[in-house]
């Protein structure tokens, strides 16, 4: 499985950011997918953050919902969440991946929230 996210950078807190993720090497429509994140410092886990199933349906991690929204194209292999209200505690690396993730990660994209 192939999974190339992008879209991440600096914001300033209470900003908005798109991120995006094709996917490859998987029949993207009929495997759920999520967005999980790894907050910098040790210890830090990758946890999940958002969720959508092959058919539309969305759950959520608590601290983010009702800022992000997870969305798909199927018609692109794509998965996005879109961020908004952005805080400096969403630091962290955004990595796609199949939900569950059997361990299929990419290299991830970096968002880093300024105050």
Known sequence: ???????????QAGESRLLSCVVS????SINDMAWYRQAPGPGNQRDFIAGISRTGVTTYQNSVKGRFAISRDN?????YLQMNSLKPEDTAVYYCSTMPHRNNWGAGTQVTVSS
């Open 1 to 11: 499985v192939q999974l190339q996210a992008s879209g991440g950078g600096l914001v």
């Open 75 to 79: 018609a692109k292999n794509s998965v």
């Open 25 to 28: 090497g998987i029949i993207f």
